[in-house]
């Protein structure tokens, strides 16, 4: 127990024998140090499962964890210990605003990667319907190349195929008159074959010659339409076929598909947040214990030795002037003569 004790006060940044000449603050720094020690232990995870998710490599994500972890492990042990008791709230609160704002940066900065893999199977699912919109997109972009040719070929052979049916139906009005021009039912209303109805036979003959023209011409044409037709359709598969059907899931689309279920889900929008809130709390608590804590004998003597090697230093100055004059005065007249 005696080596937690130490290792925790350790990090917390304290003068351990100094911290002995106040046993009473030794439980307080030594919950200060445990605090920053699972601070950093959890950036590690942190960091590590991170790198992990972009690349997929065990031993870099081990060794970008460790540093990462130890990273943030100093740097809170460095604002803790920066932080000195004055019995001037205001001015110790103005000192640490800086540090508390570093410390929520830090705090949010840990907690993402950490977020991603509480929430890791709602956001393989949301993965799952990014992938789909992604491909669908490609997909519309490749026949968005392709619909405006196909939509003339189309209207083309519409127009074709029209033209084939009036003159079909030209046709069949002509023989229908020469019919009645026959039997009677029609035209002059005499039965016979005379000339009047060899004219509306001719007639109908020469609209039957042109539907077959016609019909040859266009027919010849829409063959040839829907050729191409079949020749876009074979390159646009092909195209769809040859895109990019890389699975989706790298930092930033795990931390995209956690914005979508933030958005959509309030349930899942609290947590978040009460996640983030908790490393908030974690991070900024060393802060906010030393800011709070009342003055303790350990804040006076490491006054006392500050203030010991303050005197000191400036006694060691002037005595250092005081020489420098001396040595000066005694070269003086030998300068003169």
Not at 70 to 95: A, C, H, P, Q, T
Not at 156 to 176: F, G, H, S, V
Not at 221 to 228: G, H, Y
């Amino acid at each position: 127990m005696k080596r937690f004790r130490d290792f925790f006060l350790f990090c917390s940044g304290v003068h351990v024998p100094m911290l002995r000449r106040a046993p009473s603050e030794t439980n307080k720094y030594g919950g200060i140090g445990a605090t920053i020690f699972f601070t950093g232990l959890l950036a590690a995870f942190s960091g590590g499962y991170a790198l992990w998710s972009v690349f997929s490599s065990p031993w870099g994500a081990a060794v970008f964890g460790i540093i990462w972890g130890l990273m943030i492990f100093n740097l809170d042990r460095y604002i803790v210990s920066g932080m000195k008791k004055r019995n001037n709230f205001w001015s110790e609160f103005g000192m640490a605003v800086p540090r508390l704002v570093l410390a929520v940066l830090i705090a949010i900065v840990i907690s993402k990667p950490l977020e991603l893999k509480v929430f890791e199977k709602e956001i393989n699912q949301e993965l799952i319907v990014m992938e789909q919109q992604v491909f669908k997109t490609q997909e519309d972009k490749v026949k968005d190349r392709f619909q405006q040719r196909i939509g003339v070929l189309n209207a083309e052979i519409a127009q074709l195929n029209a033209d084939i049916q009036l003159q079909a139906t030209k046709l069949d009005t002509l023989q229908i008159i020469a019919q009645q021009e026959a039997d009677g039912t029609g035209g002059s209303r005499r039965q016979n074959l005379g000339p009047i109805y060899k004219a509306k036979k001719a007639d109908a003959d020469t609209a039957a010659a042109m539907l077959k023209r016609i019909t040859d011409q266009n027919g010849a044409l829409i063959a040839q339409k829907r050729q191409e037709l079949q020749s876009i359709d074979s390159t646009q598969k092909a195209t769809v076929g040859g895109l990019n059907r890389t699975s989706i899931d790298g930092l930033a689309s795990r931390l995209d598909a956690l914005g979508h279920l933030t958005d959509r889900s309030v349930p899942v929008r609290w947590a978040n947040w009460f996640i983030m809130l908790l490393f908030i709390t974690i991070e900024t608590a060393p802060v906010f214990v030393k800011l709070i804590s009342p003055r303790g004998p350990y804040d006076d003597l490491l006054e006392a030795h500050e203030h010991a090697y303050i005197i000191f230093r400036k006694e060691t100055i002037e005595k250092r002037e005081r020489e420098h004059n001396k040595r000066m005065m005694i070269g003086q007249p030998a300068v003169n003569s």
